[in-house]
């Protein structure tokens, strides 16, 4: 620590001989194998730099410690960490942080439009020449049109944890200055390169550099932003340059080497610190140099090496996830589903089950025509389809070894045990991203439309958009791959429908002629059963065709339809007109027989689908696959028949007479499939009752109704302990 340290609790960087001592060290170490421009950036701010080396060997070469380096593993690669003290004014808020994505328009939109819209580019691999090479280093970059949108990404960033933190049950920037900061960030270098020329002095030389080096908070961003609020700086002036004023010189320079402005920073503020009194620290008022005396040196861990830095992106976020997407306090739930896929994306990379390539573009952090399967002539519907239905194909795999990553990545139960709540978890993570494509997001329970049956997987038939919807008025198959997958977030990226809100506040609409009207509280599954109906099959073709057309002329609002599928161009699509057009269906069932001679049937089980290779989503003919578990059409069901009843024989008609031996066992094998599904149905349904009754005013089930069920489940239960063992009485022993 230099002298200067000593008048004061805030450190002033040491001298560049010992600086460049330090990065010559952690050079050296094994598996460090980041830039020089990155260590260069952050050597200012190390406190105490040879605390952290060794002693020379032999040659006179010196490396980081062996206590001061980590090696972290994570399910996407590992990577190579020095734990340091650095100044607190130090590390970058990070605009990739995933627990603000949602603020940013992503490149995996194609109608993104470069300079108009708030978008972040895509992060690259830092690259290098060495020996003639082009080589991969342990580090990141970017690229941003101009300084001006350098230093507005920062804001925007800072803005928008602000917004999050605004859940956390305490004050953290009055913890900190109480405190200090206990847990240590973690900072991964990235430079960020200027695309246009920076200004010039009136000599022709240039005001600002065109590339920029800053160590970004991978972990702690809540916490580098708010010691820097307490500092009174910005992530962006930390970056990209110190206004001359907060180093209280005179006119309006920029210093942007952190070697001239920390040292000139750490002054003013031990200046501060020695003018005012201990009593006079007050959490939210006090001197500047006392609330920040606590975070005046904070420990952090560096990433400085990893054996995979075409990953590194990958890696770095990955060892974050874990520590809050569960947690309600760091995301919301679109960022915590979109954070959730990522983790299966990176996990698939990690096993060589995906190449890096198509996880870029399914994360969306690359746009969907860099896609293999992607083709020039496709237009904005079919890109966000391809990648839509590519996301759904991975995150309901048939494929075991992906099964087992995603159920580790997401917490899961063993396949052949997953429960709706999981289901919908990944129905959550897959229409989150897919939101991603779209100009707004909607809330990603939208995509909550898929039951247990889901659970061997989902493989999309492969063929391309056009050819769906041209053949969906006569092809069946065509027409429910189109409701089951596309509508709900077609409707929802246009505001015709919208995840069930639990009640009937914020249901309202405005009418044709303005005024407000109140909806009707439905499903987005009571959306599609409405589109499914026979009558409606016409319209629901035409509405999915404008929902299109409308996509792909920039995303307009859609036109409405008529009854036979007609468009009808200048008459926008309302979620009023919706709800007239396919109305709700209430679900009202016929009035129960006193004595029912066979009661209400129950629904045979779906065949899973069989495991498959990846589908192609190619411009080709379609690959023939195994259609998704909710596309197949249910057996007929077979009437579950009261014990003591005579079983009518179906070749019989409405008479009745014995049935032959072989036909009681097929009678009796189509019983118990039909019991098995039955129960899975039940549990489904109840778990569907048991999330609306949380939020519903009073409770939905009446206690008359609720007994009588319960009496008569009690009833099944104790006849069907007595079937396995009867069963087992006539079973042909070996």
């Avoid at 200027?194 to 200004?199: G, K, R, S």
Wanted: proline share 8%.
């Amino acid at each position: 620590m230099s002298k200067a340290t000593t008048d004061g609790p805030f450190p002033t960087p040491v001298s560049l001989e010992r600086q460049e001592a330090w990065i010559e060290a952690v050079l050296a170490t094994d598996g460090v194998n980041l830039p020089r421009g990155a260590l260069e950036n952050i050597a200012p701010f190390i406190v105490d730099p040879e605390d952290t080396l060794s002693e020379p060997d032999g040659q006179d070469l010196r490396r980081l410690k062996s206590g001061v380096v980590r090696r972290i593993r994570t399910d996407a690669g590992d990577m190579v960490v020095a734990v340091v003290r650095m100044h607190g004014v130090g590390g970058i808020q990070w605009g990739h942080n995933e627990r603000i994505s949602s603020i940013w328009r992503s490149v995996a939109d194609p109608t993104v439009s470069r300079g108009t819209e708030r978008t972040l580019a895509s992060i690259r691999p830092w690259t290098g020449i060495d020996d003639g090479r082009e080589k991969c280093y342990a580090a990141l970059e970017s690229t941003v049109a101009d300084r001006r949108a350098l230093m507005m990404n920062a804001e925007d960033a800072a803005d928008a944890l602000r917004r999050r933190d605004r859940v956390r049950p305490y004050d953290l920037e009055e913890d900190l200055v109480l405190n200090g900061q206990q847990d240590p960030g973690m900072y991964v270098p990235q430079q960020v390169r200027l695309e246009q020329n920076p200004e010039k002095d009136a000599d022709g030389n240039r005001l600002y550099p065109n590339a920029y080096w800053g160590w970004m908070a991978v972990r702690g961003n809540n916490r580098t932003q708010k010691r820097q609020s307490i500092f009174r700086l910005t992530s962006g002036e930390v970056l990209a340059g110190v206004p001359a004023e907060k180093l209280e010189r005179e006119g309006d320079e920029v210093i942007c080497d952190p070697r001239v402005w920390l040292p000139e920073f750490s002054a003013v503020l031990n200046r501060e610190y020695a003018e005012t009194d201990d009593d006079e620290l007050d959490p939210t008022s006090g001197s500047r140099a006392r609330r920040a005396a606590a975070i005046a040196v904070v420990e952090a861990h560096l990433v400085i090496g990893t054996p995979t830095p075409e990953r590194l992106y990958r890696i770095v976020q990955m060892n974050n996830r874990r520590d809050h997407v569960h947690p309600p306090l760091e995301f919301d739930a679109l960022d915590r589903s979109r954070a959730l896929g990522r983790s299966v994306l990176g996990a698939y990379v990690a096993q060589g089950l995906m190449d890096e390539k198509t996880a870029e573009v399914l994360s969306g952090l690359a746009p969907i025509r860099e896609l293999p399967d992607a083709a020039p002539d496709m237009a904005v519907s079919e890109l966000r389809d391809l990648r839509s239905m590519r996301l759904l194909y991975e995150l309901f795999p048939v494929d075991p070894r992906k099964r087992h990553l995603l159920r580790r990545s997401l917490s899961e139960n063993p396949p052949s045990q997953l429960n709706a709540e999981e289901i919908k978890q990944r129905a959550r993570t897959w229409s989150a991203l897919t939101s991603e494509s779209y100009p707004v997001p909607w809330n990603p329970r939208v995509g909550q439309v898929f039951s247990t049956r889901v659970r061997d997987g989902i493989v999309p038939s492969g063929r391309r958009l056009p050819d769906l919807l041209a053949s969906a008025d006569t092809d069946d198959a065509a027409f429910e791959e189109l409701v089951a997958y596309r509508a709900a977030h077609w409707l929802a990226s246009f505001g015709i429908v919208e995840a069930d809100r639990g009640s009937l506040d914020g249901q309202e609409a405005i009418g044709d002629t303005g005024e407000r009207v109140r909806r009707s509280r439905r499903t987005v599954m009571n959306c599609l059963q409405a589109l499914r109906h026979d009558k409606s099959r016409p319209a629901a073709v035409g509405l999915l065709k404008s929902l299109a057309a409308a996509m792909d002329d920039g995303d307009r609002r859609p036109w409405r339809v008529s009854s036979s599928g007609k468009e009808m161009v200048g008459r926008e699509m309302t979620p009023l007109w919706f709800d007239s057009e396919f109305p709700k269906d209430t679900g009202t069932r016929p009035r129960k027989p006193v004595t029912p001679a066979v009661p209400r049937a129950v629904p045979q089980a779906v065949p899973a689908a069989l495991s498959t290779p990846a589908p192609t989503f190619s411009t080709g003919s379609p690959p023939r696959a195994t259609p998704a578990p909710s596309l197949l059409p249910a057996p007929t069901p077979a009437p579950v028949v009261p014990a003591g009843a005579t079983v009518p024989s179906p070749a019989s008609g409405n008479g009745a007479r014995p049935l032959a031996p072989d036909a009681l066992v097929d009678r009796i094998e189509e019983l118990i499939k039909g019991l098995h599904a039955a129960s899975g149905e039940l549990g489904d349904r109840l778990s569907e009752l048991e999330d609306q009754s949380r939020t519903a005013s009073a409770p939905p089930l009446a206690r008359h109704r609720a007994d009588t069920a319960v009496r008569l489940l009690n009833q099944t239960l104790s006849r069907l302990r007595k079937v396995p063992e009867l069963m087992e009485d006539m079973t042909e022993q070996e």
